[in-house]
């Protein structure tokens, strides 16, 4: 096992989070939201600290990871499309005068992210060649929002009692 480089997982309670990939990765957010990534059940990476939440694309291949006010894009392997992403590069995507409540892959391209703040969810593609490709896609306080691989082109969001989706 390697070296952490940094003092090693916080372990003040026992809040930690686990998160599978399609290829059996495995993040790990420790209660501090110190991200750590096992590849191969051999090689224990430290990601970044400060992290809320992390999914995994369909394929294993990058990991979004959702900040207090950032969203970043981390390549887990090589993106071998334009841009060219090398394995283990961390991009930045999106970033926020308002916290960030939440952020889910839109599964149907794994290029585009939904975000909700807490004004807004927006919609926005990973490629930030040229600027952001950014849209609002519904204004104002939502209760909760996801999105699901069986749904790969849906954005399903909670509105008080009510679920609503929006396909596209």
Do not use: C
């Amino acid at each position: 096992m390697d070296v952490l480089g940094r003092p090693g997982f916080y372990l003040a309670n026992n809040n930690f989070s686990f998160i599978f990939s399609p290829t059996n990765d495995l993040a790990i957010i420790d209660p501090s939201g110190g991200l750590f990534l096992l590849i191969d059940n051999e090689t224990l990476h430290v990601i970044t600290g400060g992290v809320k939440k992390v999914s995994f694309d369909l394929e294993g291949k990058k990991l979004l990871i959702a900040k207090e006010k950032e969203v970043f894009v981390y390549w887990i392997l090589d993106n071998t499309f334009q841009p060219f992403q090398k394995s283990g590069t961390s991009e930045l995507v999106m970033q926020f005068d308002n916290p960030i409540l939440d952020a889910n892959w839109y599964f149907d391209t794994n290029a585009h992210i939904i975000a909700e703040t807490t004004e807004e969810v927006l919609f926005t593609e990973i490629d930030t060649r040229g600027g952001h490709n950014t849209v609002s896609i519904i204004r104002g306080k939502v209760n909760k929002i996801m999105t699901s691989p069986l749904a790969s082109h849906t954005l399903f969001y909670q509105k008080g009692k009510t679920w609503f989706k929006v396909e596209f």
